[in-house]
Every structure is written in structure tokens, then in C-alpha cells.
């Protein structure tokens, strides 16, 4: 069992920056590989980014990739996402997920989730 927090998220304004940061519970948490996942208002969740067990892999939506950068320190048992150059279009409520094997980008093939964290971009 894995319980997600994430934290992190807010107000800003266009082309700013926020760190969201997800802290896991358990044990094993080095076990999962760990995403990303973005919800807008009147739309589906979204794949935004995900790593591997031990952070040497990642993968990104191309909506994000250049300005977002996913990343985990296990031994603090916390994924982070750093959100650079934000957009209005990068408005919703992101989520942190926990999958055992390889990272994915298939919403569909994590067992765990957060509450998730708002991200509103505004000037």
C-alpha cells in the first residue's frame, strides 16, 4: 500500500514557476515508478510525466516536455515536479500516481492516487 500526498500547487502568473512535490508513504516506496497526471476543468486526466524506480528514466507529455521536469529522492520517499514557463493552458489539478514496474504513461496502469494539488496560471 502506498498513500500519495501532493503539496505544492497555487497561484501564478504566466511564465512562472511552481514546485509540486508529493510525499509517499510506505516502505517500499523505491519499488514504484511514480507520474504525474493533470485534470482540466471539463476534461479527461491527462498524462503529464512519469520515472522510473530509481529516477534515471523519465518521460514526458510533449505539452510539457522542455519545461517540466519530474524527479524523486527516495530516500525521502518524495517525487517533485518542477513547472517552468507556465501557461493559462496549464490550469488544472495535478495529480501524483504510484505503479509497481516501468513508468507509463497509461492513467489506467497506476494502482495509487492523490488527492491531487490546483495549479491555477493567471495573470
Known amino acids: 500500500q502506498v498513500q500519495l500526498v501532493e503539496s505544492g500547487g497555487g497561484l501564478v502568473q504566466p511564465g512562472g514557476s511552481l514546485r509540486l512535490s508529493c510525499a509517499a508513504s510506505?516502505?517500499?516506496?523505491?519499488?514504484?515508478?511514480m507520474g504525474w497526471f493533470r485534470q482540466a476543468p471539463g476534461k479527461e486526466r491527462a498524462f503529464v510525466a512519469t520515472i522510473n524506480w530509481s529516477g534515471a528514466s523519465t518521460y514526458y507529455a510533449n505539452s510539457v516536455e522542455g519545461r517540466f521536469t519530474i524527479s524523486r529522492d527516495n530516500a525521502k520517499n518524495m517525487v517533485y515536479l518542477q513547472m517552468n514557463s507556465l501557461k493559462p493552458e496549464d490550469t488544472a489539478l495535478y495529480y501524483c500516481?504510484?505503479?509497481?514496474?516501468?513508468?507509463?504513461?497509461?492513467?489506467?496502469?497506476?494502482?495509487?492516487w492523490g488527492q491531487g494539488t490546483q495549479v491555477t496560471v493567471s495573470s
Open positions: 500516481a504510484a505503479k509497481m514496474g516501468r513508468g507509463s504513461s497509461r492513467l489506467t496502469e497506476y494502482n495509487y
Open positions: 510506505g516502505r517500499t516506496f523505491s519499488s514504484y515508478a
